[in-house]
């Protein structure tokens, strides 16, 4: 890209980008701790902008609101099918990047384009839109019952380790009608993908899993997303079964987890909410606005050598959309003061827009309500400028978010109506047997609900 900037700005500490035109780096401690500042300086490039999403992976960042309307909107000129990619087809960029496997091509509607993006993506719209709220908010609260029970009578938790990083995972693990076992697995295989433990296993876990799942759905279908989205019209097969669930399962779960932390910090922080009606509402609008969970991404690729916003685009470039930055560019300021609480671009645009972001909005209230009801004076336990964000270009999320408050008796909603379980092919039995035994946190909630 030819980038030149309109002014001589001064980049933020820690930036290396100090020659006119030099990359920005979106990675490192430094980002984490103060990206707007980054954003804030990349805006004099103009509506995009050089970045650098980990050593030696180069991207353009769209950064204005409307030009990345434009671009989310244009799926002519700009395609999602990754393998288009060409620095990582040409071999410049290493297959064990740390950015390569959230952008690597996968059989997914993510990824798919035209006629097979919306055979995929209708799918999975259909399947989550016949979940019920009811249901949705009775599952969420009851896992929330089961988490806060684990740690509310040690007047002390980590509200991400504990809490916000746990329950997207147990809610999903319900909604799609895992059992024991293979819930155990998803949740290993998540959590290591997203922390970095032996992450090569932890996908191979997860897909394993999933597997599983579908063909346990095969042989009994039931009420439940997995056997809603086996039985659409798209006739999906169980490769493609695989890698949708697989991707609704990882992307559903981090900006999720993410969403829950960033409000629970925002509600903890500011004393203001404290004085307003709906103060958890307008905690999520609000960081959906200034702090939303996933900063810079949507990856698009020209499908052609092209100029954009005024920049040289090439063929199979990777373009990135910051919504952290279009979300707090002047545009959108004024949108905002204006009373358009809800026209961020926190769930993306056009048509690879988030498809459960009504479902996301109810867990995050929910999860966040029932903590707040059974922890009433929940409060942080260390000093706000001592809290330390998870590196790197995609993600916005706190590593940690201590807080006390006054030690509770565990308690626990209605046990919910029983859901009949599908029976386990024996090798399937046999390699999980162990696991099995020992019992992970979905087996222990299942059983904790039955008590």
Same mark, same amino acid.
């Given at each position: 890209?030819?980038?030149?900037?309109?002014?001589?700005?001064?980049p933020?500490?820690?930036?290396?980008?100090?020659?006119?035109?030099?990359?920005?780096?979106?990675?490192?401690?430094e980002?984490?701790?103060?990206?707007?500042?980054?954003?804030?300086?990349?805006?004099?490039?103009?509506p995009?902008?050089?970045?650098?999403?980990?050593?030696?992976?180069?991207?353009?960042?769209?950064?204005?609101?409307?030009?990345?309307?434009?671009l989310l909107?244009?799926s002519?000129?700009?395609?999602?099918?990754?393998?288009?990619w060409?620095?990582?087809?040409?071999?410049?960029i290493?297959?064990?990047?740390?950015?390569?496997?959230v952008?690597?091509?996968?059989?997914?509607?993510?990824?798919?384009?035209?006629?097979?993006?919306?055979?995929?993506?209708?799918?999975?719209?259909?399947?989550?839109?016949?979940?019920d709220?009811?249901?949705?908010?009775?599952?969420?609260?009851?896992?929330?019952?089961?988490?806060?029970?684990?740690?509310?009578?040690?007047?002390?938790?980590?509200?991400l380790?504990?809490y916000?990083?746990?329950?997207?995972?147990?809610?999903?693990?319900?909604?799609?009608?895992?059992?024991?076992?293979?819930?155990?697995?998803?949740?290993?295989?998540?959590?290591?993908m997203?922390?970095?433990?032996?992450?090569?296993?932890?996908?191979?876990?997860?897909?394993?899993?999933?597997?599983?799942?579908?063909?346990?759905?095969?042989? =009994?279908?039931?009420?439940?997303?997995?056997?809603?989205?086996?039985?659409?019209q798209?006739?999906?097969?169980?490769?493609?079964?695989?890698?949708?669930?697989?991707?609704?399962?990882?992307?559903?779960?981090?900006?999720l987890?993410?969403?829950i932390?960033?409000?629970?910090? =925002?509600?903890?922080?500011?004393?203001?909410?404290?004085?307003?009606?709906g103060l958890?509402?307008?905690?999520?609008?609000?960081t959906?606005?200034?702090?939303?969970?996933?900063?810079?991404?949507?990856?698009?690729?020209?499908?052609?050598?092209?100029?954009?916003?005024?920049?040289?685009?090439?063929?199979?470039?990777?373009?990135?959309?910051?919504?952290?930055?279009?979300?707090?560019?002047?545009?959108?300021?004024?949108?905002?003061q204006?009373?358009?609480?809800?026209?961020?671009?926190?769930?993306?645009?056009?048509p690879?827009?988030?498809?459960?972001?009504?479902?996301?909005?109810?867990?995050?209230?929910?999860?966040?309500?029932?903590?707040?009801?059974?922890?009433?004076?929940?409060?942080l336990?260390?000093?706000?400028?001592?809290?330390?964000?998870?590196?790197?270009?995609?993600?916005?999320?706190?590593?940690?978010?201590?807080a006390?408050?006054?030690?509770?008796?565990?308690?626990?909603?209605?046990?919910?109506?029983?859901?009949?379980?599908?029976?386990?092919?024996?090798?399937?039995?046999?390699?999980?047997?162990?696991?099995?035994? =020992?019992?992970?946190?979905?087996?222990?909630?299942?059983?904790?609900?039955?008590?």
């Amino acid at each position: 890209m030819d980038a030149q900037p309109t002014a001589a700005p001064v980049p933020p500490p820690g930036c290396p980008a100090h020659s006119v035109g030099g990359r920005v780096p979106l990675h490192g401690p430094e980002f984490a701790a103060d990206p707007q500042a980054y954003y804030t300086y990349l805006r004099h490039f103009g509506p995009t902008a050089p970045v650098e999403l980990a050593p030696g992976v180069e991207a353009t960042l769209v950064t204005d609101y409307a030009t990345a309307l434009q671009l989310l909107q244009d799926s002519g000129s700009f395609r999602k099918d990754a393998r288009r990619w060409r620095d990582l087809a040409e071999g410049r960029i290493s297959p064990d990047s740390p950015v390569v496997p959230v952008l690597a091509y996968r059989p997914n509607c993510m990824f798919s384009d035209g006629a097979e993006h919306l055979r995929l993506r209708q799918a999975v719209t259909d399947s989550m839109a016949r979940v019920d709220s009811r249901r949705l908010s009775r599952s969420t609260e009851q896992v929330s019952n089961f988490l806060i029970s684990q740690f509310g009578t040690r007047g002390s938790a980590d509200l991400l380790g504990d809490y916000a990083k746990q329950l997207p995972l147990f809610v999903f693990n319900e909604l799609f009608g895992c059992p024991a076992d293979i819930g155990d697995r998803v949740q290993f295989g998540i959590t290591g993908m997203f922390d970095g433990v032996n992450a090569e296993k932890a996908v191979e876990v997860l897909f394993g899993a999933v597997g599983e799942l579908v063909a346990l759905k095969r042989a =009994r279908p039931g009420d439940d997303v997995t056997s809603w989205m086996m039985q659409h019209q798209a006739q999906l097969t169980d490769e493609e079964m695989v890698h949708q669930l697989a991707l609704l399962l990882v992307a559903g779960n981090e900006p999720l987890r993410n969403l829950i932390g960033n409000t629970l910090h =925002r509600l903890l922080t500011h004393d203001a909410y404290a004085h307003k009606g709906g103060l958890i509402d307008e905690a999520i609008d609000d960081t959906l606005w200034e702090n939303p969970p996933m900063q810079n991404l949507a990856p698009h690729y020209p499908a052609h050598d092209m100029e954009f916003a005024g920049q040289k685009l090439s063929a199979g470039e990777l373009v990135l959309v910051s919504f952290a930055a279009a979300n707090t560019g002047p545009a959108l300021r004024e949108a905002r003061q204006a009373g358009s609480n809800r026209a961020h671009l926190a769930w993306s645009a056009g048509p690879h827009a988030c498809p459960s972001k009504e479902p996301a909005r109810q867990i995050t209230v929910t999860a966040i309500e029932n903590l707040l009801n059974q922890l009433p004076d929940v409060e942080l336990a260390v000093p706000e400028d001592s809290l330390v964000w998870r590196p790197g270009p995609f993600n916005r999320g706190l590593a940690t978010l201590p807080a006390r408050f006054t030690p509770a008796e565990t308690f626990r909603g209605p046990v919910p109506e029983a859901r009949p379980e599908a029976p386990k092919r024996p090798e399937a039995a046999a390699a999980t047997g162990a696991k099995r035994e =020992r019992g992970g946190k979905w087996s222990q909630f299942l059983n904790w609900l039955t008590k």
